[in-house]
């Protein structure tokens, strides 16, 4: 049973930090680009980040450069979302979603597995 958890949102100032997590099992973990995607209220789902199952190569939605770190752990089975320098309009779920090989797409549709999100709300 392939399952994704995350975990690590709260609230937080603006300008502050969080980190999140989401634990993977039941798939080889470092056989699949991983992603992290992202729904504020009355929005879409907006494509984040994605590594590639390696761990070396990473994407960024422009808005996200410089702030956002995204990061794999193999010996955890778990991938990581720094995020630094937060603004109110990155109060969203965040959701971890598998690829199903090792190709990074946006298109959210093309994930087969998502966990069930973790909210992060940035405000004063």
């Known amino acids: 049973e392939v399952q994704l958890v995350e975990s690590g949102g709260g609230l937080v100032q603006p300008g502050g930090s969080l980190r999140l997590s989401c634990a993977a099992s039941?798939?080889?973990?470092?056989?699949?680009?991983m992603t992290w995607v992202r729904q504020a209220p009355g929005q879409g789902l907006e494509w984040v980040s994605a590594i590639r199952w390696n761990g070396k190569d990473t994407y960024y939605a422009e808005s996200m450069k410089g702030r956002f770190a995204i990061s794999r752990d193999s010996a955890k089975d778990t991938l990581y979302l720094q995020m630094n320098s937060l603004k109110p309009e990155d109060s969203a779920v965040y959701y971890c979603a598998k690829s199903p090989g090792d190709v990074v797409v946006v298109e959210t549709s093309d994930y087969d597995y998502w966990g069930q999100g973790t909210q992060v709300t940035v405000s004063s």
């Open positions: 039941g798939f080889t973990f470092d056989d699949y680009a």
